[in-house]
């Protein structure tokens, strides 16, 4: 199991759903958050509203899946997210050791889809 984090404009946020609908990721969480890249906040204000600082408005998307499911949600994030122009945001793939869903207390791949 991996934790994909990404983090993406805000603008794009629909057509990245959107794509991870279509390859069958539906557990999703959202969070907004502020952050730079190499430029540090500077040249990047593509719709980006600098909110504190240097420090540009961005949304970061957490997906714990199956192995198999690493680069299915990895390519629905670039083709949603994809500009081609700066700031269009990072994908991190972290291990993940354990996954329960409260409610059945099933674990693990039972669990995380
Ligand atoms: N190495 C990193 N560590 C933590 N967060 C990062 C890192 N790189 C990027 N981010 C986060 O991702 C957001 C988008 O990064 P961004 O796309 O600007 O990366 P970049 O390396 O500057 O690439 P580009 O040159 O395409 O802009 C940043 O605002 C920041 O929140
Ligand atoms: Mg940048």
């Given at each position: 199991m991996k934790i994909v984090i990404a983090i993406i404009q805000p603008h794009k946020l629909e057509a990245v759903k959107k794509e991870l609908y279509k390859v069958e990721v539906n557990l999703i969480t959202v969070s907004p958050v502020l952050g730079h890249g190499k430029q540090k906040g500077v040249n990047e204000v593509y719709r980006g509203v600098k909110e504190v600082g240097n420090f540009l408005r961005k949304v970061r998307l957490e997906i714990a899946v199956n192995d198999n499911f690493v680069e299915p949600t990895i390519k629905a994030i670039v083709k949603g997210a994809?500009?081609?122009?700066?700031?269009?945001g990072k994908i991190f793939v972290y291990p993940l050791e354990r996954c329960i869903?409260?409610?059945?207390?099933e674990e693990g791949s039972a669990a995380i889809g």
């Open positions: 994809k500009t081609g122009k700066i700031g269009d869903r409260i409610r059945t207390e």
